[in-house]
């Protein structure tokens, strides 16, 4: 089964620091964009970044601007995202998602670039910010 297992999570507070980690399972990464979600109860699925095959080109949401970081290391399979300076409104369960092709696509931020364009999710992991 071709998916990924996301990792990483926990609580933090506000303030405060995690790195996530996305590892391939069942297929290599070297040539897919990857894209690192999250999606709050009751919302939909947002893109928070977005990196591509080769780590030349990374996105950023504005509400991580600044604050994540994403990266890869194809040799592992694995994406990361550090994640710097979370707040409240960073809760939520976070997903990464492949996309078919080498570059991130213009819609990855979106929810329906999620639905769409990127998938082989994993169960994702819970990032609860709170003091």
């Known amino acids: 089964q071709l998916q990924f297992v996301e990792s990483g999570g926990g609580l933090v507070q506000p303030g405060g620091s995690l790195r996530l980690t996305c590892e391939a399972s069942g297929f290599t990464l070297d040539r897919n964009a990857v894209g690192w979600f999250r999606q709050a109860p009751g919302k939909e699925r947002e893109g928070v970044s977005c990196i591509s095959a080769s780590s030349g080109y990374t996105h950023y949401a504005d509400s991580a601007k600044g604050r994540f970081t994403i990266s890869r290391d194809n040799a592992k399979n694995t994406v990361y995202l550090q994640m710097n300076s979370l707040n409240a409104e960073d809760t939520a369960v976070y997903y990464c998602?492949?996309?078919?092709?080498?570059?991130?696509?213009?819609?990855?931020?979106?929810?329906?670039?999620?639905?769409?364009?990127?998938?082989?999710w994993g169960q994702g992991t819970q990032v609860t910010v709170s003091s």
């Open positions: 998602g492949a996309h078919l092709r080498m570059m991130c696509p213009l819609n990855w931020a979106s929810s329906t670039g999620a639905r769409t364009d990127f998938g082989s």
